[in-house]
């Protein structure tokens, strides 16, 4: 099946620093890439929606100065938090889809933590 | 490696139950998360499970064998809106998910 990996898989950042994330399809085109936050046990939120090449979607009440998105190439997509707050600790999941199938791969997540 | 295997494709009928089965090979397991995704939308939370037993929740219920590595997600009177792809994750002792390819639910009238 498709892979898809993020990088890192946990980070720890201080309170006004940025941190990347990467989210890389491993063996497949990813046309499209998603941006998940996942909330203790519970839910996946979409934040963002981004098409190779062009700018990234943001759903509603993510912000998009904050929470930077680039999908440079079909294989890559990276997040990146901006002047992080301890309440962007979470766990960051990426998906990918190919242009043939609706299809989500999901990555393993990352876990920030701000301190 | 890890993995994780459920059904690719199931089909059921409107008003009948269907169980979608899941196993997994982990390094260490910290909890087992069922997703239900439709087409061209965000995955919605139906069930967490990280200790041995049943968990039910409407007309949807949650399984899981920590022993056996594996979990099962019941769906009972089916409707139509259930059609759908039903995503097997579970959390590995670092934390992360190990996501399964996902069962995609057909239902027929």
């Known amino acids: 099946g498709a892979v898809v990996s993020q990088h890192p898989s946990r980070v720890i950042c201080k309170s006004g620093t940025s941190v990347k994330i990467e989210c890389r399809s491993l063996?497949?085109?990813?046309?499209?890439m998603f941006w998940y936050r996942q909330f203790p046990k519970k839910s996946l939120m979409l934040m963002a929606t981004?098409?190779?090449?062009?700018?990234?979607?943001?759903e509603q009440g993510v912000e998009k100065d904050k929470f930077l998105i680039n999908h440079a190439s079909l294989t890559l997509s990276t997040l990146t938090v901006t002047s992080a707050h301890p309440e962007d600790s979470s766990f960051y999941i990426c998906?990918?889809?190919?242009?043939?199938?609706?299809?989500?791969?999901f990555g393993p997540g990352t876990r920030l933590t701000v301190t | 490696g890890q993995n994780i295997d459920q059904p690719t494709e199931m089909t059921a009928t409107e008003g009948a139950i269907v169980q979608i089965n899941c196993t997994y090979q982990t390094s260490g397991f910290n909890g087992l998360f069922w997703y239900q995704q439709h087409a061209g939308e965000a995955p919605t939370f139906l069930s967490y499970n990280v200790l041995d037993g049943l968990e039910e929740k409407g007309r949807f219920s949650s399984f899981l064998s920590r022993s056996k590595g594996y979990s099962y997600l019941l769906l009972k009177e089916l409707q139509m809106k259930d059609s759908a792809s039903y995503l097997c994750a579970v959390t590995d002792s670092n934390y992360q998910l190990i996501w399964g390819a996902g069962t995609k639910l057909i239902i027929k009238p």
């Open positions: 981004s098409n190779e090449g062009s700018k990234a979607t943001y």
């Open positions: 998906s990918g889809a190919g242009s043939s199938d609706y299809e989500q791969y």
């Open positions: 063996d497949f085109q990813a046309t499209t």
